[in-house]
């Protein structure tokens, strides 16, 4: 079977994306074989592009998360068809028309979640849920950048968790912070003091998803002594109170949220989506670091 793979031989800007034909392997042991309907963008995806992050060797692929369908199985994979609607993490790259995943982190795709959104959700669900156990037993928690995917679903998870969440975005966006169940402000000079105007005590904790200075001080400002101010945005704290957080697989809590969307406790905002022919545009929006919700190629 053929695959188109998005795939670059060096880093820079989206013009070094190329579509690639290759020719599938026969299917190794514990590996599904999936034709694509949709997968995630993530801003990593983009990183590694430009060779901000470089995990792996050129030429890379990309993409973390799908969805799709099954259209091959190893013998004796029993609780799994071929025909059968799934989504779930990667393997090595997603953003390609076929490709084959560990059986172990394949998740049913709910007949009421479409396909964007069912491919967007595996990195950011897993990311959120990662990130919360991590910060443990909170009142109150502040997120910097809460419009974006990992913070439109951390803001509902801590929500339903009971946690009372501040969370900043720029101004277009306040009112869909408020939506999900934040108390929004806006990010940009002054920020402590708006911060302080809304909440007056000290936050348990704050996440930040935006890696920007400003975020770091304003959480130095505004966090308890002991609380903890943890980042995701993988760029290099200036205080070493920051502690740096980072994504872990697992397929339970992922299905714990694909759940929770499905039965409409969760919202789930793709706010664009793109041809795969299109990849490059995709690439050079998820850079811009404004997406709402989440962005996902359709294939
Ligand atoms: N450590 C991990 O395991 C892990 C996992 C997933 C993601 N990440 C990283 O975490 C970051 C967030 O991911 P994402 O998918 O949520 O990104 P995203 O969808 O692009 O969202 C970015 C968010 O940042 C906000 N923002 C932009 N400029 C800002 C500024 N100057 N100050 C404060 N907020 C600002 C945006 O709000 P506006 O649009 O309103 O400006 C938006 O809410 C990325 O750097 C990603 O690579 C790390």
Same mark, same amino acid.
């Given at each position: ?59 890379? @692929? ?5 969805? %799709? ?7 004796? $994979?029993? #609780?799994? !068809?071929?025909? *059968? ?95 999900? @169940? ?5 990010? %940009? ?7 302080? $105007?809304? #909440?007056? !005590?000290?936050? *348990? ?95």
């Amino acid at each position: 079977m053929q695959s188109t793979i998005l795939i670059a031989r060096e880093y820079g800007t989206p013009d070094v994306l190329e579509f690639f034909d290759q020719a599938l392997p026969e299917l190794a042991a514990g590996m599904a074989r999936i034709k694509v309907k949709a997968a995630g963008i993530n801003p990593i995806d983009a990183r590694r592009m430009t060779g901000e992050f470089r995990h792996a060797a050129l030429p890379q @692929g990309f993409g973390t998360e799908f969805a %799709g369908v099954i259209v091959d199985l190893p013998a004796g $994979a029993s #609780h799994w !068809a071929t025909g *059968d609607e799934v989504l779930g993490s990667g393997a090595g790259f997603t953003h390609a028309t076929v490709i084959d995943v560990p059986l172990s982190n394949l998740v049913a795709r709910p007949a009421n979640i479409d396909w964007p959104v069912a491919g967007s959700l595996a990195g950011v669900a897993q990311t959120a849920m990662t990130i919360l156990d991590e910060i443990g037993d909170v009142r109150s928690l502040l997120i910097h950048g809460g419009s974006g995917g990992v913070g439109s679903i951390t803001i509902q998870i801590a929500r339903a968790r009971g946690i009372e969440v501040v969370a900043t975005a720029s101004a277009r966006n306040l009112g869909y912070l408020a939506e999900l @169940g934040a108390t929004p402000v806006e990010y %940009g000079p002054g920020l402590v003091a708006r911060l302080e $105007a809304v #909440h007056p !005590a000290l936050f *348990d904790a704050s996440l930040d998803m935006s890696g920007t200075e400003e975020a770091t001080q304003a959480s130095l400002a505004r966090v308890r002594p002991d609380g903890l101010i943890g980042s995701i945005a993988g760029t290099p704290p200036s205080s070493e109170r920051v502690q740096a957080l980072w994504t872990k697989r697992s397929p339970a809590k992922l299905k714990a949220v694909v759940d929770g969307v499905a039965a409409g406790r969760f919202r789930w905002e793709v706010s664009k989506t793109f041809p795969f022919s299109d990849a490059a545009d995709a690439y050079g929006a998820i850079l811009g670091g404004h997406t709402r919700g989440k962005s996902a190629l359709v294939f």
